[in-house]
């Protein structure tokens, strides 16, 4: 498969610069995997789609103040850094914006603290391995700002609306945004219906974000994030498959941790219990062994996103949605409309 499959025409007028109020406002396209049929409605309405005894699964990942400013030691240069994943205490995988850092690099960060980082390993690109002169988790909300992504110019006046409702577990350098649409009283009202809720969590970092440059799409690597299942995620899970009932994702991100899930499930079940990386990598032609529907928002061309909702509804049947909802006039990209496949 080439990158160019996977390429689409957006007007930068359809980009989404700001969140929706309320949040189940945004439109919702239904997309059905079997026939290609498409209709049109809000997301609020979702729970017409639903039935009782199906799953909806949450990524209850939280964001971090993972952007923070900081400027070269030597020359006074800015620099940004944004946090992937801390690989010890004192220690973070970044992504660094600005002039080139070789190793031995020292910034300064901007802030309260008198906080310093030394360049400890290049990964290539933009990637870094960094050392901070103390720990700074308790910190972050001090030196560090919610980072948005670079195709949003408009300031965000409230941080929460960047988190989903039931953000729990603080970890993510960006937002799981198909779940941006759920409110407390539109969940309290699928559960009231019969539909069950679970979590799980992904601390969504670089696979998740980052830009394929391989012309073979194949060849792309993925570097690996961090998730969990816990017990009672995968006997719901289980349940749920046993009884044939359907398991939907909320989320690229939630797709891949409940995707990961089934590596070491014991013969009668379809998940296990799960802690670690997932470095998973879905295109099509994966085969779907957990997930029967999934929520999801429209995705930039040529990313790893787009790529693993053309592998659960098939290349042609999304970008010709996609096209319908350029057509409808549909929001796109993290703040935008959303989509429900079936």
């Known amino acids: 498969m080439n990158l160019s499959d996977f390429d689409y025409e957006l007007p930068e007028s359809m980009i989404a610069q700001t969140p929706v109020e309320p949040r189940d406002s945004a439109r919702l396209l239904v997309l059905e995997r079997a026939s290609g049929a498409i209709t049109h409605t809000r997301f609020s309405e979702i729970g017409a789609f639903l039935r009782p005894g199906d799953v909806l699964i949450f990524n209850d990942t939280r964001v971090i103040p993972a952007r923070l400013l900081a400027r070269k030691a030597q020359t006074g240069g800015r620099v940004e850094l944004l946090l992937l994943k801390r690989r010890a205490p004192l220690t973070w995988e970044v992504l660094v914006g600005g002039k080139s850092l070789p190793v031995g690099s020292v910034v300064d960060v901007e802030g309260p603290g008198n906080l310093h980082a030394v360049v400890m390993q290049v990964f290539g690109g933009a990637r870094r391995l960094m050392q901070f002169s103390q720990p700074i988790s308790l910190l972050l909300e001090q030196i560090g700002t919610v980072p948005l992504p670079p195709y949003i110019h408009v300031p965000l006046t409230d941080p929460e609306r960047y988190q989903t409702v039931y953000a729990r577990a603080a970890g993510s350098a960006a937002a799981p945004t198909a779940g941006l649409h759920f409110t407390p009283e539109l969940m309290a009202r699928l559960q ?147 989509m429900l496949i079936l």
């Open 192 to 338: 009231a219906s019969g539909v069950q809720i679970g979590y799980v969590t992904l601390h969504v970092g670089l696979d998740t974000f980052a830009p394929v440059t391989e012309e073979h799409v194949e060849e792309h690597v993925m570097h690996g994030e961090w998730c969990e299942v816990s017990e009672a995620t995968a006997a719901l899970v289980n349940a749920a498959k046993r009884e044939q009932r359907r398991v939907i994702a909320v989320g690229t991100t939630t797709v891949r941790t409940l995707e990961t899930a089934p590596q070491g499930a014991a013969a009668e079940e379809i998940v296990a219990p799960l802690s670690g990386a997932t470095d998973l990598f879905v295109l099509p032609g994966h085969r779907f062994q957990v997930v029967n529907a999934l929520v999801t928002n429209f995705h930039l061309p040529r990313t790893t996103l787009l790529m693993l909702v053309s592998a659960f509804a098939g290349r042609e049947r999304i970008l010709a949605a996609y096209e319908e909802a350029k057509r409808e006039g549909y929001r796109f990209y993290s703040f935008g409309d959303s």
